[in-house]
């Protein structure tokens, strides 16, 4: 079975410019969501998505950072403008249904905002 | 609100050592626990959870025993290898949401 997939794992960008990243959760999972990890902290909820739908978000910055799942399966996460402040590994992850214990993450995206 | 507190690091310990990293927790109600492992340039793993009071998980020889008396949920593991070197994060599930909240994480170096 395969795990979460996440692309690009490094992007390098300056900042006032774009970024986006995207996510491929394991097959059947319904529930996806993407961890903000600063260095040297643990994974912080940004936006959780059942199916289709954002069912918390209440720690997405709305004003640079947006979201999508649009048929309930992968996801994009995206950053417009970023700030040097974003340099940070952007972690998503996916469980099987609303009441799984485990989540199954996969290997990140290391962002550097020069 | 729920929080994570875990122990700084990093824990060096030489091969064949006893290892324990402590976790403690606030939250209310009954949450559920975790260890997740990340090892250098890889994602999350769960390493263990235990879902209510009393309950020990384990895995690949580490061990943790949900203790509710002490809100605590510390790591131990009898003898390290060099290839358990990673970051360790203590985590915990509030009763009723599915939002993970994780400690800080330890890192563990395991020599020779």
């Known amino acids: 079975e395969a795990g979460v997939v996440q692309s690009p794992r490094y992007k390098i960008i300056e900042k006032k410019q774009p970024v986006a990243f995207w996510c491929n959760p394991i097959?059947?999972?319904?529930?996806l969501y993407w961890y903000l990890q600063n260095l040297g902290q643990g994974p912080e909820l940004l936006i959780r998505y059942e199916n289709e739908e954002a069912v918390d978000d209440s720690q997405l910055p709305k004003d640079r950072f947006s979201a999508e799942r649009l048929k309930g399966v992968d996801s994009t996460l995206k950053i417009q403008p970023a700030e040097l402040g974003d340099s940070a590994v952007y972690l998503c992850?996916?469980?099987?249904?609303?009441?799984?214990?485990?989540?199954?993450f996969g290997p990140g995206t290391r962002l550097t905002v020069t | 609100g729920d929080s994570v507190t875990q122990m700084e690091g990093p824990v060096t310990l030489s091969e064949e050592a006893f290892l324990t990293i402590n976790c403690t927790y606030t939250a209310t109600g009954y949450p559920s626990l975790f260890w997740y492992v990340q090892y250098p340039g890889e994602g999350l793993q769960l390493l263990l959870k235990?879902?209510?009071?009393?309950d020990k998980g384990s895995n690949k020889g580490f061990e943790a025993t949900y203790r509710k008396e002490t809100t605590s949920f510390h790591l131990e593991k009898g003898s390290v290898q060099v290839s358990d070197s990673a970051v360790y994060f203590c985590a915990l599930l509030p009763t009723g949401f599915q939002k993970l909240v994780f400690g800080t994480g330890t890192r563990l170096l395991v020599s020779p």
């Open positions: 992850a996916s469980s099987a249904d609303r009441g799984s214990y485990e989540q199954y």
């Open positions: 097959s059947g999972h319904n529930t």
């Open positions: 235990a879902t209510k009071a009393d």
